[in-house]
């Protein structure tokens, strides 16, 4: 051990010495030192904590919170079975029922239309708050009053109202756009948005401190703020199941906007229907009335004729001849109807009154091409009805349903030509077999051929007529079963807690933040320091040994070690004292030289309490004030300066008067610097400099010197040919890193003998690698640099201070 001190390699010194433990697992290093820093800053992490925590808490407390409201529906979807419950009762009667699809039904629940009236009829583009201290509340179920809009503009820039109530009869209101006006309870007021009244509702409390904020906005942004709030889902393609949901602060509120709109939406469905209904039993009564009047002029006519020709009872008379011809006209009938039916939709399409309306199916003739064409025109003109609720005809999209609707009429004419033609074909064809028994039962007298014909008339109005009053019947019957398209499986309803902000989460963040700060900052504190702060900063930028350490005291006297004094300090000196014996191990190595890379490193302490250790042991010591430029151990040991080290090399005094006794013990001798002269460098390379040391070699047991910072000047270097050790003072939290590259150098290229770091200032921070909580708080004097003045303590220093840390 002593052949490596002598060497200047990396010592495994005794006590304080420094202890290589590169062969540690670097990440069980790593883990415990993380570890030391939080529970050496642990009140940083308290703190922190409890104001993320606080910070969360008033986050909730004043932060809006947005809840779900949540409705389901199920529609009758004929690809995926979802009929609804008693529907099929009523099967055989829906004469008009259209094919529905969930997807389809989804798009009308999230349509603008069916909002737009939900908005207007709930007036939602009025929201009323109560202003608190720090946030406003929207208010909605238990509102003291409510304002009426008599008229309304839809285009309008959002306006806020504040209205205070004065008294009990009057409140005052104001806007940005309007001063403040005083008015009564139901009056009647002009605002720039239109005519309003508010209303008093007397079931509510209104207190006169409170101060209410009305926000009104034009009906197309409120109706494009909540088809943004809303969500409209198929949760399932194999189920015809739709999911509606709200995002709203106020779950009354929101539950009652889903409801309106659902109950809107089935309301729509059963009026479609209806309207299909109501068409169809309209062009009924119409037909009715004509055809009514036609078999009555046929009756009449066959009356006239049996009393003009005196006919009894013909029916025998004629037996064998409607027997003959009773299949053929039996078909004839039947196409003479179906041609009637043709002629009167003709008519009804080409009417131009008719144009805007839904063409009748009920009577529809089973040709397929015509009964989709019919589907097809039916079908734009309710997209049309529903268009014109919130867009006029000269809309392009109105417009285009237009074009499509001529379209169609034209294709509905043709189809129906084209299946006219075939039926008169038929009769055609049916008449000249007709004819044929005709010609055989020519004996039968001309009456008889005459009331036939008056009874095939007869006949053909009596059965057309019986067929359109069972048509009216039928679509009666239907129009009264016409059920919504949905059923409703679960009413609008909130969820209890509110999705936004997350309690839980937001905790968690505020916790994680309060640990997240100070860990971020003592990491950066850490990574961005340029001074020492822990042993490893001065393993990685010197190779220098450590000798010694001293610790942190707050005591201010510059001597600490005494004879009987308990103080761990005294102990790390004591070490010191052991140690140096390794680095001097010849009775003819005596003199020891303090340096630092700078001023206040706390030379002087070290030196002074070095001195004085030495004596204790018996030594003859004396401490050399060799810091001519600012001497420190003289004015803190109280003694006179005016002769010393200057005043003798220049002759005024000799080595005798120049060794001066102390107060520090019997066996320690002081010299202190003198006058500051104007050329240090000068006097400590004169003669009279060797022949102190030569002479102090012969008197003296140890040699302390006290020398100025090497760092700054070259004073320290001068006297280190003299010197038998080198002991290089680091402060912690005060040295820089960069200077203990002059350690580093002096150590490399042997510029001084032995070089050995002595820390100083070490306090209690297992982080830091350190253990030791007692010691050194005196301040050298110099700062940085070549100016002088003294150490100033951080606010952390203050802290730690406070918390006793």
């Known amino acids: 051990m002593q052949e490596n001190l002598n060497t200047n390699d990396k010592p495994h010194l005794n006590g304080q010495l420094l202890i290589d433990d590169s062969t540690e697992n670097n990440s069980k290093i790593d883990l ?30 004043y932060s809006r919170p947005d809840y779900k409201i949540n409705a389901t529906v199920i529609v009758k979807d004929n690809q995926k079975g979802g009929n609804i419950p008693g529907q099929e009762i009523l099967s055989e009667l829906e004469m008009f029922s259209s094919k529905s699809n969930v997807d389809n ?124 709030l809303l969500s409209v889902v198929v949760p399932n393609k194999q189920v015809s199941v739709i999911n509606l949901t709200l995002i709203s602060s106020v779950p009354a509120k929101g539950e009652l906007i889903v409801n309106r709109l659902v109950n809107a939406y089935l309301k729509a469905s059963v009026e479609d229907k209806n309207r299909i209904a109501d068409s169809t039993i309209t062009f ?68 131009e009154k008719n144009n805007k309306r839904i063409v009748p199916t009920a009577l529809i003739v089973q040709d397929p091409t015509f009964m989709s064409l019919v589907e097809k025109y039916n079908g734009l003109q309710l997209e049309r009805g529903r268009q014109l609720l919130s867009n006029t005809e000269s809309n392009p999209y109105v417009k285009n349903i237009d074009s499509q609707l001529a379209g169609l009429r034209g294709d509905l004419q043709s189809s129906l030509g084209t299946y006219r033609k075939g039926v008169e074909i038929s009769i055609n064809e049916l008449q000249g077999r007709a004819n044929v028994l005709t010609r055989k039962i020519q004996e039968v007298p001309a009456k008889e051929r005459v009331f036939l014909d008056y009874s095939r008339q007869q006949a053909i109005k009596q059965e057309l007529y019986l067929y359109l009053l069972k048509k009216r019947e039928e679509s009666a019957i239907s129009k009264a079963s016409n059920l919504a398209i949905a059923r409703i499986v679960d009413s609008a309803k909130s969820e209890t807690y509110p999705f936004k902000p997350k309690r839980s989460l937001i905790y968690l963040l505020g916790i994680l933040v309060g640990i997240g700060i100070p860990a971020i900052w003592i990491y950066l504190k850490d990574s961005l320091s340029t001074r020492i702060k822990h042993k490893n900063d001065i393993k990685e930028h010197t190779p220098v040994p450590i000798i010694g350490e001293i610790g942190h005291n707050d005591n201010k006297d510059i001597l600490i070690v005494r004879k009987d004094s308990p103080s761990p300090i005294v102990e790390q000196f004591r070490a010191l004292r052991t140690n140096l014996q390794f680095i001097l191990p010849s009775q003819h190595e005596k003199v020891i030289l303090l340096t630092s890379s700078m001023s206040g490193e706390g030379k002087s302490f070290v030196a002074t309490n070095l001195a004085a250790v030495l004596a204790l042991s018996g030594k003859n010591v004396v401490l050399m004030e060799m810091d001519l430029r600012k001497p420190k151990i003289s004015e803190n040991l109280g003694m006179d300066n005016q002769m010393g080290f200057s005043t003798y090399a220049i002759g005024k005094t000799t080595i005798d008067e120049l060794i001066r006794p102390s107060d520090i013990h019997p066996n320690c001798f002081v010299i202190t610097s003198g006058p500051i002269p104007p050329n240090p460098a000068e006097l400590l390379m004169l003669e009279q400099t060797e022949l102190l040391f030569n002479e102090l070699r012969k008197r003296f047991d140890y040699i302390i010197v006290d020398t100025a910072p090497v760092g700054l000047v070259t004073d320290a270097q001068l006297l280190g040919k003299y010197a038998n050790a080198t002991l290089y003072l680091v402060r912690q939290g005060y040295t820089f890193k960069l200077q203990l590259q002059i350690s580093k150098e002096l150590y490399l290229n042997r510029k001084m003998p032995k070089v050995n770091l002595i820390v100083n200032d070490v306090k209690a921070d297992r982080a830091s690698g350190y253990g030791y909580g007692y010691g050194y708080g005196y301040g050298y004097g110099y700062g940085y640099g070549y100016g002088y003045g003294h150490e100033k303590k951080g606010l952390l220093s203050r802290i730690q201070k406070k918390f006793k840390v």
């Open 105 to 228: 039904e989804a798009e009308i629940l999230k349509s603008r239309s069916l909002m737009e009236e939900v908005v207007r009829e709930l007036q939602l583009n009025i929201s009323y708050y109560l202003k608190g201290h720090i946030k406003k509340s929207e208010q909605f179920e238990k509102l003291p009053f409510v304002m009426h809009w008599l008229s309304l503009k839809d285009t309008l820039n959002p306006n806020v109202y504040e209205l205070r109530p004065v008294g009990t009869d009057k409140f005052r209101i104001s806007s940005k756009e309007m001063p403040a006006r005083v008015g009564n309870w139901e009056d009647t007021l002009q605002l720039p948005e239109g005519t309003a009244r508010i209303e008093r509702k007397s079931e509510y409390q209104l207190e006169n401190g409170e101060t209410y904020q009305i926000v009104v906005t034009s009906i197309d942004q409120a109706v494009a703020n909540y088809q943004k």
């Open 32 to 61: 415990r030192k993380i570890i030391d820093k939080v529970i050496s800053n642990w009140y940083w992490f308290v703190l922190f904590i409890i104001i993320g925590y606080a910070a969360a808490f008033f986050y909730l407390r």
């Open 284 to 351: 009924v009564d119409n037909r009715l009335l004509i055809v009514s009047d036609e078999l009555s002029g046929v009756e009449k006519q066959i009356q006239q004729f049996k009393q003009t020709n005196e006919l009894a009872d013909i029916s025998e008379q004629s037996k064998l001849l409607i027997s003959g011809t009773g299949d053929f006209a039996k078909q004839l009938t039947e196409q003479q109807v179906t041609l009637n039916v043709i002629k009167s939709l003709e008519e009804y399409i080409r009417d």
